[in-house]
Nanobody, 125 residues
């Protein structure tokens, strides 16, 4: 089970940190990702991290502003979002997939098996 939290209403330029806690499985074997879906748009990839944490991948739209990380001891993946823009407004979903150690970060929607319920991020201008 994936539980996302940390969303909220912020102003442009502010920061937020999203968290996603994975329970009921072996977190250290999971590749993790963040996706988002804005009103009227399709779900899009944001960032991902391999099970080892050694590989990360970002959408061009968030590169340099967002950072994904994981803490296996806390069975949690984080998305640090800085310099937020109104176009970052969306429901953010975390996703997971069991992988072998050598698999790099995954960026496609269809790569993932498990999905959280989403947390809303609203950025006002």
């Amino acid at each position: 089970q994936l539980q996302a939290s940390g969303g909220g209403l912020v102003q442009a330029g502010d920061s937020l940190r999203l968290s996603c806690t994975a329970s009921g499985g072996t977190f250290s074997r999971l590749a993790m990702g963040w996706f988002r879906q804005a009103p009227g748009k399709e779900r899009e990839f944001v960032a991902s991290i391999s099970r080892s944490g050694g590989s990360t991948y970002y959408a061009d739209s968030v590169k340099g502003r967002f950072t994904i990380s994981r803490d296996n001891a806390k069975i949690t993946v984080y998305l640090q979002m800085n310099s937020l823009k109104p176009e970052d407004t969306a429901i953010y979903y975390c996703a997971a997939k069991y992988t072998i150690l050598t698999v790099p970060a995954l960026k496609d929607y269809d790569d993932y098996t498990y999905w959280g319920q989403g947390t809303l991020v609203t950025v006002s201008s």
